[in-house]
């Protein structure tokens, strides 16, 4: 069955729904988890002097709320005993980010929330979900 699954996170309450389902999933079955935070990287318009004095912090910002969020992933599977990694990475496409984290680390499954982005930017873009579910040879278990 499974043995190492993906936990992909991005803050939200129904990413943390898919989180305990996932660790309830790892824990029944023996398995241990990986969690990977996606965070954009600061916007191209770089150029301009206002944003490159503010490059650092942005980018000291988004590891602490990375780093806040895999936290709470982690105490939440040492809870149920679940041996817990992470990783926060810098990606525009936080599809492809999740999909290579899954092929990187080995895991054999993904256990992600069917929320994502809401209105016009998911009639234009579609959900992170349903993209990993198309880019990836690995089961996904989504979690409403």
Do not use: W
């Amino acid at each position: 069955m499974f043995q190492h699954i993906l936990l992909p996170v991005d803050g939200s309450p129904h990413a943390l729904n898919a989180v305990d389902v996932g660790i309830e999933l790892a824990s029944r079955l023996g398995a241990r988890v990986h969690t990977v935070h996606v965070l954009p990287p600061l916007p191209a318009v770089s150029y301009v002097a206002e944003l490159l004095q503010s490059r650092s912090s942005y980018t000291e910002l988004a590891k602490v709320r990375a780093e806040g969020y895999l936290g709470e992933v982690c105490k939440r599977a040492a809870a149920a005993g679940v041996p817990c990694e992470t990783e926060y990475v810098f990606d525009l496409r936080p599809y492809v980010a999740i999909v290579a984290a899954a092929a990187k680390h080995h895991c054999d499954l993904i256990v992600m929330s069917s929320r994502g982005a809401q209105g016009l930017e998911r009639v234009l873009l579609g959900s992170v979900t349903h993209k990993v579910m198309l880019c990836c040879d690995l089961p996904v278990l989504v979690c409403h």
